[in-house]
Nanobody, 119 residues
Framework: QVILRESGGGSVQAGGSLKLACTVS????????MGWFRQAPGQAREFIAA????????DYADSVKGRFTISRDNANSTLFLQMDDLKPADTAVYYC????????????WGQGTQVTVSS
């Protein structure tokens, strides 16, 4: 059974920062490429960041490149997303997931964590 717990969201003003965390219970965390997704109201879930098994390679959607940083702690089965220079367009519920080769999600969604950025 996979359990994903996202945390760290909140309300910030534009230009602010937040750091999200996701703890994974069940599978062996270090066996999976991991990623972050987000879903804004009325929109489909959007892939935004990926990280490989050891944390040595990352990839980002153009919308967050240069502002967000994904990282992982395999010893504690935790995934992170440092978000800097936040914009109102970043307002969404953020989810973590293991990734397929095409950067789709593998597991049932967790509850997500809400990020709200005001102008």
């Amino acid at each position: 059974q996979v359990i994903l717990r996202e945390s760290g969201g909140g309300s910030v003003q534009a230009g602010g920062s937040l750091k999200l965390a996701c703890t994974v219970s069940g599978p062996t965390f270090s066996n999976y490429r991991m990623g972050w997704f987000r879903q804004a109201p009325g929109q489909a879930r959007e892939f935004i960041a990926a990280i490989n098994y050891k944390g040595t390679t990352t990839d980002y959607a153009d919308s967050v490149k240069g502002r967000f940083t994904i990282s992982r702690d395999n010893a504690n089965s935790t995934l992170f997303l440092q978000m800097d220079d936040l914009k109102p367009a970043d307002t969404a519920v953020y989810y973590c997931d293991a990734l397929t080769n095409s950067n789709g999600g593998r597991w049932p969604w967790g509850q997500g964590t809400q990020v709200t950025v005001s102008s």
